[in-house]
């Protein structure tokens, strides 16, 4: 299908390292989308992404947190030097363009920090 | 600027009885206005959405949602509660432009046999 894909769906990995998580939106979509999602918890958004202006990078928590997007398409979420804190499912969502068209979310990368 | 609130953040019902979630909405601009359904270990799926027009929207699987400007609400109903309709339900609204949406916190939903 064309959806949105992420990769991994799951990673586990120890405190302190640094890890990368990969979006690949469904082709033609402008807007591009990170949230994380925490056990209990709603959607916080993270960053956004729309077409080639700079990204809102409004919801990051930290500066350990940081999201590419290389050509308008793929879009890579890297978090550094880990905390346990950052275990969370990190979704990632496209659309067409921004406000009145409806998000397509990935399943999601079920994060772990041991 | 645009915020949601969606009140009660479980709700239960029985298997048949009317499902009723509620999101308030604040916007400074005609908002657009959405509900996602999660399942399990799964994203978000696209349930309705109200950008223009008719203010009672229908959805997939028989929910329905009424756009109240007066009320700034757009509360979620469904007439008969359905096992399958077990899941975390998030309201989230946008404005115009390059406005990103908004998601509230979610309610998740119970069904009681």
């Known amino acids: 299908g064309a959806g949105v894909s992420q990769s991994p769906s799951n990673k586990v990995t120890e405190k302190g390292k640094d890890v990368e998580l990969r979006c690949d939106p469904i082709s033609g979509h402008t807007a591009l989308y990170w949230y994380r999602q925490s056990l209990g918890q709603g959607l916080e958004f993270l960053i956004y992404?729309?077409?080639?202006?700079?990204?809102?990078k409004s919801g990051l928590p930290s500066d350990r947190f940081s999201a590419e997007r290389t050509g308008g398409s793929v879009s890579t979420l890297t978090i550094q030097r880990t905390q346990q804190e950052d275990s969370a499912v990190y979704l990632c969502?496209?659309?067409?363009?921004?406000?009145?068209?409806?998000?397509?979310f990935g399943d999601g990368t079920r994060l772990s920090i041991l | 600027a645009q915020s949601v609130t969606q009140l009660g953040s479980h709700v239960s019902v029985s298997e048949g009885a009317l499902v009723l979630l509620r999101c308030n909405y604040s916007?400074?601009?005609?908002?657009?206005l959405f509900w996602y359904v999660q399942y399990p270990n799964q994203g978000l799926q696209l349930l309705l959405k109200?950008?223009?027009?008719?203010?009672l929207v229908k959805g997939i699987n028989g929910f329905e949602a009424e756009f109240k400007k007066s009320e700034t609400s757009f509360h979620l109903t469904k007439p008969s509660a359905h096992m399958s309709d077990a899941a975390e339900y998030f309201c989230?609204?946008?404005?115009?432009?390059?406005?990103?949406?908004?998601f509230g916190k979610g309610t998740r939903l119970h069904i009681l046999p």
């Open positions: 969502a496209s659309s067409l363009d921004s406000s009145n068209q409806p998000q397509h």
């Open positions: 916007s400074s601009v005609p908002p657009y």
């Open positions: 109200y950008t223009t027009g008719a203010t």
């Open positions: 989230a609204v946008s404005g115009s432009g390059d406005d990103k949406i908004i």
């Open positions: 992404f729309q077409g080639n202006s700079a990204p809102d």
